[in-house]
């Protein structure tokens, strides 16, 4: 079935929806901070753990979803949920080592460029964005670099984690465009179930092959990764899921930003990692951009998303 050529109107549900996902996954770069496990098994325990909630409900109430995506045109929907859980994994086995590997600011402040990679990807579908949504990214992505006080390390580890966070970003984003096509017809449940568990699956090889240690942690770093399961992944990316029917992906990608300021906040009043002074100026900057982003797509007039888009990769 070819997606709907216009979305939803928004809904306060929606808007409640986003809202609580941004504070969720303010948490994320903190705790992973906090957490005493290597990066890849904190990312495989918080997808496992997420799908080992939403599976018994998926499972139960969506038999019939779980059957159409495996016959016929429900394939092409299918596999959108297992790219989707591909890149996440990419994702977290980027991002969540950038976080051990630089500061918590910076880190955060990088893979904060999704929306840049968003309106890119976009553009490759036959969607460009208007010049007043680049605009309103631009200024969103310097004022999230200003919030957070991001500082380019010199170090060859921290050089490392900034690379990793920059990739993190890039899979960040076609995460999310795979998960706007899958959106158009299928639950939130069914998706995220697919896709957490692809993931989990993805990086539980990744941690058997590198010898990543997976068990013996102690107490309080078991309780980061269920705070993780708990905010971020249920409360944060699922919420952003849920979004995905009703906002586009380039617009879900620039909220997210508001991420930033959070985390830098948490960092600070957590970690002892103090941000820059001017950092009011940067989370002004950043709601700006935001508010320019959200406003400049609703005056445009929403485009079908193709029936056979550009593939995201050459």
Not at 208 to 214: A, D, E, Q
Not at 298 to 310: E, F, G, H, W
């Amino acid at each position: 079935m070819p997606p709907p050529s216009h979305r939803p109107s928004l809904d306060p549900l929606t808007t409640g929806a986003v809202g609580l996902a941004v504070v969720a996954v303010s948490s994320s770069a903190p705790l992973i901070a906090y957490a005493a496990a290597p990066a890849l098994a904190i990312a495989f325990w918080r997808n496992l753990l997420a799908v080992a909630v939403l599976g018994p409900f998926s499972l139960a109430r969506r038999r019939a979803e779980f059957r159409r995506l495996t016959v016929g045109a429900g394939r092409r929907e299918g596999l959108f949920c297992v790219l989707s859980g591909v890149a996440l994994a990419g994702h977290f086995a980027t991002w969540v080592p950038s976080a051990q590997l630089t500061t918590v600011a910076t880190s955060t402040a990088l893979v904060a460029t999704q929306p840049v990679w968003q309106g890119l990807i976009a553009r490759a579908q036959g969607r460009p964005l208007p010049r007043i949504v680049w605009i309103g990214i631009a200024v969103a992505v310097g004022g999230a670099a200003i919030a957070t006080g991001v500082d380019v390390g010199v170090s060859g580890r921290a050089v490392l984690g900034d690379v990793l966070a920059l990739t993190g970003a890039m899979f960040a984003a076609v995460y999310t465009a795979f998960g706007e096509r899958a959106r158009t017809s299928i639950s939130t449940a069914t998706y995220t179930t697919i896709c957490y568990g692809i993931c989990a699956l993805i990086l539980l090889a990744m941690c058997l092959v590198g010898g990543v240690r997976l068990t013996g942690f102690d107490g309080r770093t078991w309780l980061a990764i269920l705070a993780l399961v708990v905010g971020a992944q249920l409360l944060g990316h699922s919420m952003f899921n849920y979004a995905l029917q009703k906002i586009s992906a380039t617009t879900v990608s620039v909220l997210i930003l508001l991420e930033a300021p959070g985390a830098a906040v948490l960092g600070w009043a957590w970690l002892g990692q103090v941000p820059r002074p001017y950092a009011l100026l940067g989370m002004a900057l950043l709601l700006a951009g935001v508010a320019v982003v959200v406003l400049g797509g609703r005056r445009t007039a929403p485009t079908a998303l193709p029936t056979d888009p550009t593939p995201l990769h050459d």
